[in-house]
Nanobody, 121 residues
């Protein structure tokens, strides 16, 4: 069971540029896809960004051009660099990982506990 621990949330002013980190308890080279989801007040959890083991990335339209996801395999850590923050980015941000053993048959999803990010206007 992979443990994912987020850090870097808090209270930030609009326009700020914090960076979230997600540290994994084991090598992320064994995790095919890692990423970030978020859940704002009264909203459903939504995808923010994903990064594959090969470095391919995918972003929600709402964060394209503002957020950048990256992974440091040596540190077993995934980052989310956020720029030009808006109040609507306020949410609990969750780290996510998917390990694929047998595609479509044996796959494991891992979630962190989440870190609160509040953007003040």
């Amino acid at each position: 069971q992979v443990q994912l621990v987020e850090s870097g949330g808090g209270l930030v002013q609009a326009g700020g540029s914090p960076r979230l980190s997600c540290a994994a308890s084991e090598s992320i080279l064994s995790i095919n896809t890692m990423g970030w989801y978020r859940q704002g007040p009264g909203k459903q959890r939504e995808l923010v960004a994903l990064i594959t083991i090969r470095g391919s990335t995918n972003y929600a339209d709402s964060v394209k051009g503002r957020f950048t996801i990256s992974r440091d395999n040596a540190k077993n850590t995934v980052y989310l660099q956020m720029n030009s923050l808006k109040p609507e980015d306020t949410a609990v941000y969750y780290c996510y990982g998917k390990r694929v053993v047998v595609p479509g048959t044996i796959e494991y999803d891992y979630w962190g506990q989440g870190t609160q990010l509040t953007v003040s206007s």
